[in-house]
DNA sequence: TATTAGCACTCAAGAGTAACGAGTGCTAAC
DNA sequence: GTTAGCACTCGTTACTCTTGAGTGCTAATA
């Protein structure tokens, strides 16, 4: 069967009402409100077709028709329009642009924030992974005589600290010199190229009596490793959710904060998303997701960029009847922001 | 009217079952359940008499009592028993000191998340505030032309870092000279005693052309007083609030959420907490609590400790209807708990 | 041949009703 | 002071009935 012109504005009507009304929607109403000249027994034929496709779902015999999730897809391959931003996102968009921010962590808040705010859905951002970079400054701070922070920095600008104790029988007298050895012998490497190879040249290099510190720069590099695998996810707006009919049964909700309240599942739904051409709006709609727990739902991500390459994600959670059009230019403009805010922290002064 | 050992006992029966059943608890059940050799009708009159005196509610006339604020505050005071730790409780406390943890971070998650398992209500941590202490490093390391990462330590031991935007027109290369100034000028000051008069020290030390660098102390004196008022607070077992029927009520849920959406809000709550002995347990019960959104849930915190002191929060958010003992017990549990990963962090191979 | 009017049918949601039962307060007897 | 007894209250549950939105199918129409 052809989806022909009249299918496609049927399907469009339908899944845009859905997405306004959340209630299934007859024949009728399209009859009313679609401008096709049509009555709604023709738009009825045309709907069962539309079912038989697969892009409609029936509730239940006496209900109208719901999207399924082919017919999200196709919506949003195909039929969705552009977005007109309101007033108030205007609004709400130029009153963050004013405000200047200094502070990195600040700039992630903000922008979480920001987001869940304009699309009143869950938003999510998530901080770069080091591995690609190469290391630019790795440096131990001596916070007391067990304990010191690590801090690595990637030529990419991208940073990262950890505090940890060292092991026993380390003599803190010796943490500026191992720092400076880490920094002169590790500078340079991309940090998914460090191996054995690689600390055991440090460990030769420390010379007579270094032994000592052998345990030292093993654990160290663990911690390197640890901290190359690491992102951290920001949440924003998880109340949100209950404004959606969708997570009006508790049990539906309580799923879904179990889900938020892992922050590993969290991420790994979100890095399942292929990353094929990372300029482009990452969408899985409903059981396109893997995860159980997502089926019901719908995830919107993008790349953000920094220097030309991406760097880490940020996008959307809420269920599959979703503002699609909306999320998407929403999440267009806040990555653009995101990007911009770095760059100023990044490169402002810079020559490069 | 006295409340004499009989009305105690029956209170006390009366809000244990409460406590387990989420039942309205009806004069029969204390007739054969609390062994008091006294009929219904007699522990009626008890109970009206205990509900006059405020200790009990009644929901609606034919339904039984439930214990008031008041009522759990007496529990709480002066009735409730020691709680005997079960054996799935022993075992994942037991499982969880075989665990060697020296990361920091890890720490945090592990202590939080462990206080969400044991008493099955929303658990949360506050990080220290450094006000008290004594700056022992102030550090800041490039990261690139234009941000520093600030590193401060206090001599208790509590370490903050912040990644932040230098104002425009600082050269990079005057930064390990600021920094060295600031660690030598501002070492032993606590932070509250930072003023004016040891800015303007530092700006003249600077010495000729050193105007130029002004807006940088200004601005790093602007980000040590964000520092010092920070706190950070982890949350575990959010979703744990959806196992009471208090929560089943989707905006009684909602409502929950919003608050602990809103970290601030959170902090605000905790932190209103008196500190009058900062040994002991604080319980706020329902309207105890000064926040809206708090009269119809219990907060019960514990300052945790270290080298003596009272470093920062650690306790559980749940309804009113909470199995106080149990969680008093938990909360003691693991407070010792993580003062012990603690003092390893911080003092295992010191002299200190 | 495509469209439409008409109609019987389905089914969820809501309103109304009745029965149930847990629990109470009060009274009178012990 | 305690208790048995009883009338009363009121939330809960189950059931029935009605309503109405929406459907699929058929036969008439353009």
């Given at each position: 069967?052809e989806?022909n012109?009249?299918?496609?504005?049927?399907?469009?009507?339908?899944?845009?009402?859905?997405?306004?009304?959340a209630?299934?929607?007859?024949?009728?109403?399209?009859?009313?409100?679609?401008?096709?000249?049509?009555?709604s027994?023709?738009?009825?034929?045309?709907m069962?077709d539309l079912?038989e496709?697969?892009?409609?779902?029936?509730?239940?015999?006496?209900?109208?028709?719901?999207?399924?999730?082919?017919?999200?897809?196709?919506?949003?391959?195909?039929?969705?329009?552009?977005y007109?931003?309101?007033?108030?996102?205007i609004?709400?968009?130029?009153?963050?642009m004013?405000?200047?921010i200094?502070?990195?962590?600040?700039?992630?808040?903000?922008?979480?924030?920001?987001?869940?705010?304009l699309?009143?859905?869950?938003?999510?951002?998530?901080?770069?992974?080091?591995?690609?970079?190469?290391?630019?400054t790795?440096?131990?701070?001596?916070?007391?005589?067990?304990?010191?922070?690590?801090?690595?920095?990637?030529n990419?600008?991208?940073?990262?600290n950890?505090?940890?104790?060292l092991?026993?029988?380390v003599?803190?007298?010796?943490?500026?010199k191992?720092?400076a050895?880490?920094?002169?012998?590790?500078?340079?490497?991309?940090?998914?190229?460090?191996?054995?190879?690689e600390i055991?040249?440090?460990?030769?290099a420390?010379g007579?009596?270094?032994?000592?510190l052998?345990?030292?720069?093993?654990?160290?590099?663990?911690?390197?490793?640890?901290?190359?695998?690491?992102t951290e996810?920001y949440?924003?707006?998880?109340?949100?959710?209950?404004?959606?009919?969708?997570y009006r049964?508790?049990?539906?909700?309580?799923?879904?904060i179990?889900?938020l309240?892992?922050?590993?599942?969290?991420?790994?739904?979100?890095?399942?998303?292929?990353?094929?051409?990372?300029?482009v709006?990452?969408?899985?709609?409903?059981?396109?997701?893997?995860?159980?727990?997502?089926?019901?739902?719908?995830?919107?991500?993008?790349?953000?960029?920094?220097?030309?390459?991406?760097?880490?994600k940020?996008?959307?959670?809420?269920?599959?009847?979703?503002?699609?059009?909306?999320?998407?230019a929403?999440?267009?403009q806040?990555?653009?922001?995101?990007?911009?805010?770095?760059?100023?922290?990044?490169?402002?002064?810079?020559?490069?």
């Amino acid at each position: 069967m052809e989806l022909n012109e009249r299918k496609r504005k049927i399907l469009n009507t339908i899944i845009n009402e859905y997405i306004s009304t959340a209630e299934p929607i007859g024949s009728r109403h399209i009859a009313k409100h679609a401008d096709l000249g049509l009555s709604s027994a023709t738009i009825r034929n045309e709907m069962a077709d539309l079912e038989e496709m697969g892009y409609l779902e029936q509730p239940h015999t006496s209900a109208g028709r719901i999207p399924s999730d082919k017919g999200y897809r196709f919506y949003v391959n195909e039929l969705m329009g552009g977005y007109e931003a309101t007033q108030q996102d205007i609004d709400l968009l130029a009153s963050a642009m004013t405000v200047k921010i200094n502070q990195f962590d600040k700039v992630i808040k903000q922008v979480s924030m920001l987001l869940s705010r304009l699309t009143n859905y869950t938003a999510f951002l998530i901080t770069p992974e080091m591995k690609h970079g190469a290391i630019k400054t790795i440096e131990l701070i001596p916070i007391d005589n067990s304990s010191v922070l690590i801090v690595l920095v990637t030529n990419e600008g991208i940073m990262r600290n950890k505090r940890v104790v060292l092991p026993q029988g380390v003599d803190s007298e010796y943490i500026p010199k191992i720092s400076a050895m880490l920094k002169e012998k590790l500078s340079g490497f991309s940090l998914d190229e460090i191996g054995v190879k690689e600390i055991n040249e440090i460990k030769n290099a420390l010379g007579e009596n270094g032994e000592l510190l052998f345990p030292v720069i093993e654990f160290i590099s663990e911690i390197i490793d640890d901290i190359q695998k690491e992102t951290e996810v920001y949440l924003s707006g998880v109340s949100n959710i209950f404004n959606f009919p969708e997570y009006r049964d508790i049990d539906r909700a309580k799923e879904f904060i179990e889900f938020l309240d892992d922050k590993n599942s969290v991420t790994k739904a979100i890095s399942n998303s292929q990353e094929d051409d990372d300029r482009v709006i990452n969408i899985k709609i409903g059981k396109e997701n893997d995860m159980d727990i997502m089926q019901n739902s719908s995830l919107v991500t993008a790349n953000y960029h920094l220097g030309g390459r991406s760097v880490g994600k940020i996008g959307i959670i809420g269920p599959t009847r979703m503002n699609y059009s909306k999320v998407v230019a929403n999440i267009n403009q806040i990555s653009k922001y995101l990007e911009k805010l770095l760059e100023e922290m990044y490169f402002d002064n810079n020559g490069e």
